[in-house]
């Protein structure tokens, strides 16, 4: 493959899919407006059930807690533009083989010097690795942001600030990130490769097509055998949930994922880098059964593009 050929498919999908970078930039805006507004805008900080009395237990937290609560804090920043991507990745998906069939331009991509599978597996990269990585970005820059703003808010009390800006705290950062990404870019194959494919084959409203037809399988297989195994297969999928929990179950199973805070105590069980399992990813059938399920379905839509015309 041409990799500079390759280079500029790359680009070309950027600049005509502005919402890769566009939906984190503005994600990002909202984020950052709101903290400014809750910071600075309503006057003071509270935490719910902590009155002054109480809150004087924040300083009896251990410099392991307070770095855990500020990596919990830092971490859950990253949870809406992960949530975000995941509408544009499928979305992105299901509309970039068949718009060009819709508008005919797939004839003039044709009769250039690009094969099927290099226009596809572009299309795949961006939505797979590109838009993550984009919002992994955007997230930095607003946790940066947000740690400014913070370390401003909070400079009077003087708990947080020293926590805030420790190299572990954003090594573990980028390090959660860029398990994240790898792991959603192998979960979430086979989930880009059937939108792909649909993209690739639907007549009109790859949407439609795209979740009636696995809903079909699903009813046909529950009334021939009062079974669910497609749908929780799919269900499995799609969405962040389950890929969330088999990350973040944890090395220690009897100390949770969960923050407690009330008015006699705040247990953090551990920072957010501690609670990730990998193992529970990727040594999974599960995973590699997706993967293989996934470069199956890419498969089928480059052979679909190599057919495609316009539609009808």
């Not at 993550?132 to 930095?140: D, I, Q």
């Not at 942001?145 to 600030?161: C, D, F, N, Y």
């Not at 699903?218 to 009334?223: D, P, Q, R, T, W």
């Not at 059964?289 to 679909?304: Q, T, W």
Request: hydrophobic residues 55%.
């Amino acid at each position: 493959m041409n990799q500079n050929k390759f280079y500029w498919l790359l680009r070309r999908e950027l600049w005509e899919s502005r919402s890769v970078w566009m939906a984190p930039a503005i994600c990002g805006a909202i984020i950052v407006l709101a903290a400014l507004w809750a910071a600075f805008g309503t006057g003071n900080v509270s935490v719910e059930g902590l009155g002054p009395v109480e809150s004087a237990k924040l300083h009896s937290l251990t410099p392991e807690k307070l770095d855990a609560v500020a990596s919990y804090g830092v971490g859950l920043i990253a949870v809406p533009f992960f949530v975000m991507v995941l509408f544009t990745q499928f979305f992105y998906a299901l509309d970039a083989l068949y718009s060009e069939r819709r508008d005919r331009s797939v004839l003039f991509w044709k009769s250039l010097p690009v094969s099927d599978t290099e226009t596809v597996l572009s299309k795949l990269l961006v939505a797979g690795l590109v838009m993550p990585l984009v919002a992994a970005a955007a997230t930095l820059a607003t946790q940066l942001i947000l740690a400014v703003i913070a370390s401003a808010k909070l400079a009077g009390l003087g708990l947080l600030q020293g926590h805030l800006w420790t190299a572990s705290l954003w090594g573990g950062d980028l390090a959660v990130m860029a398990y994240v990404v790898l792991a959603s870019a192998l979960w979430y194959l086979p989930l880009l490769g059937w939108c792909l494919l649909v993209s690739a084959w639907a007549p009109r409203s790859p949407v439609m097509y795209a979740t009636l037809a696995p809903l079909a399988l699903g009813l046909a297989e529950f009334i021939a055998f009062r079974s669910h195994v497609v749908l929780g297969a799919i269900g499995s999928r799609v969405g962040n949930m389950e890929l969330l929990a088999r990350s973040f179950g944890g090395r220690h199973h009897g100390a949770g994922f969960g923050v407690d805070i009330d008015e006699s105590h705040i247990e953090v069980p551990r920072r957010l880098i501690d609670a990730i399992d990998p193992t529970a990813v990727f040594t999974t059938p599960t995973l590699w059964v997706g993967v293989a399920v996934g470069v199956g379905l890419v498969a089928g839509a480059i052979y679909m593009r190599r057919r495609a015309g316009e539609v009808a």
